[in-house]
């Protein structure tokens, strides 16, 4: 079954800039999703189909999908963004999320 | 506005059943796939089993296939899944999501309800 796999925490200062990273086999030949989940709360969208923001999010999420890697970057990043994030794809009829990465703003 | 309505969720033996249900409003429920998604105590996302908007499908996860049923009545715009043969692995928040216009992901989910398989 397809894999996806990301690092496990990502630290941050406040107004630097957050990359993470979402690797897979040959992922560029897939869409990629990001969703944010803050603490106690339900997944949201935030990047879909590798590179578009749904409306209400803002322009400092921005996402990437080439070779075996995705990349969602969080720009001038605030301490609202402090959360866990999974990608997600689409595979043999499946949604294949990965393990998440927990984005700490310092 | 979408909203997804999780119920059902609750304390349940091992061996035993339960019946999760998801009210939808918002939306046009019959032309968009529906799916549970569930997410163990501080662990990851896991999708569970989806209905296809069509209703020409349904499917599974390996580790729920023989064990959990979805079901769509269209007339109450509610989504369920019949749980049985529960195991302790199955203990975690269950999440309904709508797949977003463009397929293959979700654009909105419910608050989830907490599922407990404990003796």
């Known amino acids: ?106 | 506005e979408v909203q997804l309505l999780e119920s059902g969720g609750g304390l349940v033996q091992p061996g035993g059943s339960l019946r999760l249900s998801c009210a939808a409003s918002g939306f046009t429920f019959s032309s968009h796939d529906l799916s549970w998604v569930r997410q163990a105590p501080g662990k990851g996302l896991e999708w569970v089993s989806g209905f296809s908007g069509s209703g020409r499908s349904m499917d599974y996860a390996d580790s729920v296939k023989g064990r959990f049923t979805i079901y769509r009545d269209i007339s109450k715009n509610t989504l369920s899944l019949q749980m049985s043969s529960l195991r302790a692995e199955d203990t975690a928040v269950y999440y309904c999501a709508k797949e977003g216009n463009t397929g293959l992901h979700f654009d909105y989910w419910g608050q989830g309800t907490l599922v407990t398989v404990s003796s």
């Open chain 1, 1 to 106: 079954s397809y894999a996806l796999t990301q690092p496990p925490s990502v630290s941050v200062s406040p107004g630097q800039t957050a990359t993470i990273t979402c690797s897979g086999d040959k992922l560029e030949n897939k869409y990629t999703f990001w969703y944010q989940q803050r603490p106690g709360q339900s997944p949201v969208l935030v990047i879909y189909e590798d590179d578009k923001r749904p409306s209400g999010i803002p322009e400092r999420f921005s996402g990437s999908n080439s070779g075996n890697t995705a990349t969602l970057t969080i720009s001038g990043t605030q301490a609202m963004d402090e959360a866990d994030y999974y990608c997600q794809t689409w595979d043999n009829y499946t949604y294949v999320f990965g393990p998440g990465t927990k984005v700490t703003v310092l």
